[in-house]
């Protein structure tokens, strides 16, 4: 079994940064891309930014050029630079890790537990 667990969240002023790490735990399986999504109040969750096992990036427009995702597979860890913050970035973001099991070569999608960003305005 695979747990994510995500922290770094937290209240920002706008213009504001915020670094948000989540670690999966576990054996016996390899982590392909991994993802960060986000659900404000009243929205369906939406994509924020992903990262491939190659480390090919792609980002929402509404986030490009602010945040920054990057990983450390030695430590099945991903990360999320966020600058610039609007209040519109207001949400609770998740991270998503596309898994692949060793013995079985079974595909399995995980979600950690979500972490709140909030930014003032």
């Known amino acids: 079994q695979v747990q994510l667990v995500e922290s770094g969240g937290g209240l920002v002023q706008a213009g504001g940064s915020l670094r948000l790490s989540c670690v999966a735990s576990?054996?016996?399986?390899?982590?392909?891309?991994m993802a960060w999504h986000r659900q404000a109040p009243g929205k369906q969750r939406e994509l924020v930014a992903r990262?491939?096992?190659?480390?090919?990036?792609d980002y929402a427009d509404s986030v490009k050029g602010r945040f920054t995702i990057s990983r450390d597979n030695a430590k099945n860890t991903v990360y999320m630079e966020m600058n610039s913050l609007k209040a519109e970035d207001t949400a609770v973001y998740y991270c998503?890790?596309?898994?692949?099991?060793?013995?079985?070569?079974?595909?399995?999608?995980?979600w950690g537990q979500g972490t709140q960003v909030t930014v003032s305005s």
């Open positions: 998503n890790f596309a898994t692949t099991r060793s013995l079985t070569a079974t595909n399995r999608n995980y």
């Open positions: 990262i491939t096992s190659d480390g090919i990036r």
């Open positions: 576990g054996s016996g399986f390899r982590v392909n891309a």
